[in-house]
C-alpha cells in the first residue's frame, strides 16, 4: 500500500510547470469557460468530469477542430453505453493528422527505423502526397465511407499512409501484425468483411527475414469480400498474380479529398485478445478519438511540433494507432520495425538516440529487462533530448522507477500509463505538472471519472477495488462488430455495475490523488505488454491429439516478472516428453507468434471447469499467486474441487 507522504521521485521545477501545454490550457480555460484558475491539475480535472460538456468544447476550440458541419451540442445522450457526442457534426480524422503539412512543410512527419537503426524521414510534404495519392486509388477502387480496409502489416511508413488514407475515403481501418498466424488473422478480418487487404511479402526480426507469402495466399483465399489486394514488397519480392503494386497507388501528385462523416462514424477497429472465443471487433469513431487523442498527446503528454515522439509498438496493439495520433499535434513520429531487443538489449535506447526522440514509451517488461541485463542508457547513448520515458502494457514495478530515475537522468519524467484496447487511450497516467511517486501512476485523465470500486459498487480510496469510469469518454467504442443488439458490449463492460464502465483491473486511487494497478481482476494474458486470448492457445494446442485439455495463466510476480505456465492434461498412453514439448511449442510459436509460447509447460490430472462447463482461469490464477483456495473460488462453482488442490500445492512449491 502507498505510504502517506512519500518523497517524490520526480518533481517538475517551476518552469516546467509554466512551460506545459496543460498550464496554458488550463489558464485559456478559466478566461473562456470559467474553469478553476487556481488549485492546479487536481482542481482542471475536478471541472473536467463535473463540466463535461463544457470541457471537451473547450478541448475542440483550443485545438481547433475543425467541423465542416457544426454540432448541435456536445454530449446528447449521456447513458452508458450509447453516449452521443456532439450530435450533428461532420469532421475527418485525416485532415486534422496532415493539418501541420501547412506549417512543417519539409521538416520530417515519420522518421522510419528498421534493424539498421539507421533513420529515414518522410517530410509533412510528402506524407500529404502519398495520402492524397492513396485516396483517390482507394475511391477508384470502389472504397466508400464505411467499407473496411486491412493491414497485414508491419510499422512501416505505408502503415500509416494507409491508415490515413482510409480515414479521408471515410473507410474503416483495420490491422494486424505480419508475425499473426493466419488463423489469428482471419479470426480477426472475416468478422469485418474487408474490400480491400494492404500486405507485405515479409518482414525482419531479430536479423532475420521471415517470408509470408504463403499465410498472404491464406489470407487471400479466406477473404471472400476483397476486391483487391495491394503488394508492399519489403523483402524485394514482385506482386503475386493479381495484386496491385504499392508504388503506382502512390505514385500520383494529388492533393488529398477529405471525406466529412459524422463524429460517431467508425474510424478503425481493434480487437480484444479473445479470452473467451473470438476477439471482439471494438469500433471506434472518428471525432472520439480526434478529440480524445488531443487531450491526451497534447495536453497529457505534452507534444507538439518540436517534439518527437517514439513508442515501440506493433500494428497489432492499440499502442501502434495512438503513435499515428502524433500527427494531431504536429509531433513528427518514429517507427520502429524490428525485435525490441536486437541485436542487443539497449536497442530502443540506440533508436532513441539517433532518431533525437524526446518522448520516448516502452513497455514495462522492457525496463525490467533492461535492468536485469545491466544495461546503462545514459552512459552508453546521448539521451540529451529524452525529457519523458513512458511505460504501459502491465504495471511498471517500483525498481523500475528506481533504475530510470538513476539509469536514464535524475531530472526524467516517467510517466507509468494504462488504460485499454478498449478505449484505444489511457484512463491515468502522465500529467507534465505534477510528482511522480515511485510505483505509482500521476492522476487520473482529464474528463476521466475514474474510481476504485468494492463489489458494492461503494468508492474506495486507499484500498484496493475495480477500476470502474463512472462517466462516458468520447473514445469509448461505439460498438463491437456484428453484436446487432449490443448484448455483447454491454456484457463486456456494464454488467457488473449497470451504465458504470468496468475494466477488469485492480486499482487503488490513493488520497493524494494518484493511481496504483495492480494487474488484471479478469484472466486476460498480458505479454511483454501485449494482452493475449487463452482461446488463441488452446485451439492451437489442442489439435495436437495427445492434448486433451489445456489452462494457460498469466501470473504478474511480484518482482515485475510475468510467469505464463500452460498445464496440460493428456490422452491416456501420452507422455509429456522432450518430443511433446518441442512439438506444443513449435505448434504455437507457428500457429500464433513467439510471444505465445508459454514459460513452462507443466502436466496436470484434470483442468477444472465451471458447473457450465467453462475452464476456470481466474481462481488458479488467485492460487497461482498465493490466494489460499477458500478465498480463490466459489466452491460450489466448480466441477471437482479436488483438481484445484493440485494448482494450490504447484504454487507452495514455487513460493
Same mark, same amino acid.
Given at each position: ?563 505464463? +505456465? %500452460?498445464?496440460?492434461?493428456?490422452? *491416456? !498412453?501420452?507422455?509429456?516428453?522432450? #518430443? /511433446? @514439448?518441442?512439438?506444443?511449442? $513449435? ?40 490466494? +489460499? %483456495?477458500?478465498?480463490?473460488?466459489? *466452491? !460450489?462453482?466448480?466441477?471437482?474441487? #479436488? /483438481? @484445484?488442490?493440485?494448482?494450490? $500445492? ?6
Amino acid at each position: 500500500m502507498p505510504t502517506e507522504n512519500p518523497q517524490p521521485l520526480w518533481q517538475p521545477d517551476p518552469e516546467r510547470i509554466a512551460q506545459a501545454r496543460i498550464t496554458a490550457f488550463q489558464t485559456w480555460a478559466a478566461v473562456h469557460h470559467d474553469a478553476p484558475a487556481e488549485g492546479g491539475y487536481a482542481a482542471l480535472h475536478r471541472w473536467s468530469v463535473e463540466e463535461l460538456d463544457t470541457f471537451w468544447q473547450a478541448v475542440t476550440e483550443w485545438f481547433d477542430v475543425r467541423f465542416p458541419t457544426p454540432y448541435t451540442r456536445v454530449l446528447g445522450d449521456r447513458s452508458m453505453p450509447g453516449a452521443q457526442w456532439f450530435p450533428g457534426a461532420t469532421l475527418n480524422y485525416a485532415e486534422h493528422a496532415l493539418r501541420a503539412a501547412g506549417s512543417r512543410a519539409d521538416e520530417p512527419a515519420l522518421l522510419y527505423v528498421d534493424e539498421t537503426h539507421e533513420p529515414t524521414s518522410v517530410t509533412w510534404t510528402e506524407l500529404r502526397r502519398q495520402v492524397g495519392s492513396l485516396a483517390a486509388g482507394l475511391r477508384s477502387l470502389g472504397v466508400r465511407p464505411g467499407d473496411r480496409v486491412s493491414g497485414y502489416l508491419p510499422n512501416i511508413p505505408q502503415a500509416v499512409v494507409a491508415l490515413l488514407a482510409t480515414a479521408a475515403v471515410g473507410g474503416v481501418w483495420t490491422s494486424c501484425a505480419p508475425d499473426f498466424g493466419a488463423r489469428s488473422v482471419l479470426d480477426r478480418f472475416q468478422q469485418v468483411e474487408p474490400v480491400v487487404l494492404f500486405t507485405v511479402d515479409g518482414y525482419r526480426y531479430g536479423g532475420r527475414e521471415h517470408d509470408r507469402r504463403d499465410v498472404v495466399a491464406e489470407l487471400r483465399g479466406e477473404l471472400p469480400t476483397l476486391r483487391a489486394v495491394v503488394h508492399i514488397p519489403l523483402l524485394g519480392t514482385e506482386a503475386p498474380e493479381g495484386a496491385l503494386d504499392w508504388s503506382a497507388l502512390i505514385s500520383a501528385d494529388t492533393e488529398p479529398v477529405f471525406e466529412p462523416v459524422p463524429f460517431d462514424h467508425p474510424l478503425w477497429v481493434l480487437y480484444s485478445s479473445g479470452t473467451t472465443g473470438l476477439p471482439k471487433a471494438i469500433v471506434q469513431s472518428q471525432g472520439g478519438i480526434l478529440v480524445e487523442h488531443l487531450k491526451q498527446l497534447g495536453l497529457h503528454c505534452d507534444l507538439g511540433p518540436e517534439d518527437r515522439f517514439f513508442w515501440y509498438t506493433s500494428t497489432g496493439w492499440m499502442m501502434w494507432n495512438f503513435l499515428v495520433s502524433g500527427l494531431l499535434t504536429g509531433t513528427t513520429i518514429v517507427l520502429y520495425d524490428g525485435s525490441p531487443g536486437y541485436p542487443d538489449t539497449g536497442a530502443q535506447w540506440r533508436i532513441a538516440e539517433r532518431t533525437r526522440a524526446t518522448l520516448y514509451g516502452t513497455s514495462a517488461a522492457y525496463v525490467m529487462a533492461c535492468r536485469k541485463a545491466g544495461v546503462h542508457p545514459s552512459r552508453d547513448f546521448d539521451l540529451s533530448t529524452v525529457t519523458c520515458v513512458a511505460t504501459t502494457g502491465s504495471p511498471l514495478p517500483p525498481d523500475g522507477f528506481r533504475w530510470l530515475h538513476d539509469e536514464v537522468r535524475d531530472d526524467l519524467w516517467i510517466a507509468s500509463v494504462s488504460g485499454g484496447t478498449d478505449v484505444c487511450s489511457c484512463f491515468a497516467g502522465a500529467v507534465p505538472t505534477l510528482p511522480v511517486h515511485v510505483g505509482e501512476l500521476q492522476a487520473p485523465g482529464l474528463g476521466t471519472d475514474l474510481q476504485s470500486w468494492d463489489p458494492s459498487g461503494k468508492p474506495l480510496t486507499d484500498e484496493v477495488g475495480e477500476l470502474v469510469v463512472t462517466n462516458p469518454m468520447p473514445s469509448m467504442p461505439i460498438r463491437f462488430w456484428n453484436d446487432p443488439d449490443g448484448s455483447r458490449y454491454h456484457d463486456s463492460y456494464f454488467d457488473t455495475y449497470p451504465g458504470v464502465w468496468r475494466h477488469g483491473d485492480w486499482i487503488t486511487i490513493t488520497s493524494r490523488g494518484s493511481v496504483v494497478i495492480h494487474g488484471r481482476s479478469d484472466s486476460t494474458l498480458n505479454r511483454q505488454g501485449v494482452r493475449m486470448g487463452s482461446a488463441d492457445i488452446y485451439e492451437a494446442v489442442e489439435r495436437l491429439p495427445e492434448i486433451r485439455e489445456s489452462l494457460v495463466i498469466g501470473v504478474e510476480q511480484p518482482d515485475g516478472g510475468y510467469w505464463m +505456465p %500452460l498445464f496440460v492434461h493428456l490422452v *491416456p !498412453g501420452a507422455t509429456l516428453d522432450e #518430443d /511433446l @514439448l518441442k512439438r506444443i511449442k $513449435d505448434t504455437i510459436r507457428r500457429q500464433l507468434s513467439p510471444r505465445h509460447v508459454p514459460d513452462e509447460i507443466i502436466e496436470v490430472p484434470g483442468v477444472p471447469h465451471t458447473l457450465t462447463g467453462k475452464r476456470i482461469e481466474v481462481p488458479v490464477k488467485r492460487l497461482l499467486q498465493g490466494t +489460499p %483456495l477458500e478465498k480463490a473460488v466459489n *466452491p !460450489g462453482s466448480i466441477d471437482n474441487l #479436488d /483438481l @484445484l488442490a493440485f494448482y494450490e $500445492d504447484i504454487a507452495r512449491n514455487r513460493a
